[in-house]
């Protein structure tokens, strides 16, 4: 089984299908690149959003789609702009001699190449209006979400309610 990560804009559906494995390499070398460069409260809490599809849960049953992202329309430009900024760096790379692995860049740049079209064609107008205080109501008081964002100490990716993405892939 696998997963897909969807956009779908003006009848026109984008999609992105990983299996199992690949997910988790995607996610770790997103997270990995870009926890470092998230300054901002929004920028944190998509690398949560992201770190919590991890495949601990149900292999197979961790994709999503874009309008489903914690996004605010006063901080959309910024967010948007940080998210290409964390493809780039995956892109380049960053941060990967942490994994105790090395990921197939090939196959993850085909991954992020269409995980940047997806998130370069998202608008202020298609963000959901409730997809962020629908996500940040599900988050009990001692979810990192709400604790300050703390990270793995092996890692330095900020955790989700199910620990770090890296450790558990």
């Known amino acids: 089984m696998g997963n897909i990560i969807t956009f779908d804009k003006n009848d026109t559906a984008v999609s992105l299908s990983m299996s199992n494995s690949g997910?988790?390499?995607f996610l770790n070398v997103l997270l990995i690149s870009g926890s470092p460069l998230a300054e901002t409260v929004d920028q944190k809490r998509l690398l949560v959003f992201l770190a919590e599809k991890d495949q601990i849960v149900s292999k197979g049953c961790s994709g999503f789609d874009i309008t489903e992202l914690p996004l605010a329309p006063d901080t959309f430009?910024?967010?948007k702009a940080f998210l290409i900024s964390v493809i780039n760096a995956a892109r380049e790379q960053k941060n990967w001699a942490l994994l105790d692995y090395t990921p197939n860049a090939d196959i993850i740049n085909r991954y992020l190449d269409k995980f940047e079209a997806m998130i370069s064609a998202f608008t202020v107008?298609?963000?959901?209006?409730?997809?962020?205080?629908?996500?940040?109501?599900?988050?009990?008081?001692?979810?990192p979400v709400n604790c300050g964002f703390p990270r793995c100490r092996k890692h330095g990716v900020f955790l989700s309610f199910f620990g770090c993405q890296i450790c558990n892939s």
Not at 125 to 141: F, V
């Open 23 to 25: 997910t988790d390499v």
């Open 77 to 79: 430009n910024e967010d």
């Open 125 to 143: 107008h298609d963000i959901n209006k409730t997809a962020l205080q629908d996500w940040l109501s599900d988050k009990d008081s001692d979810d």
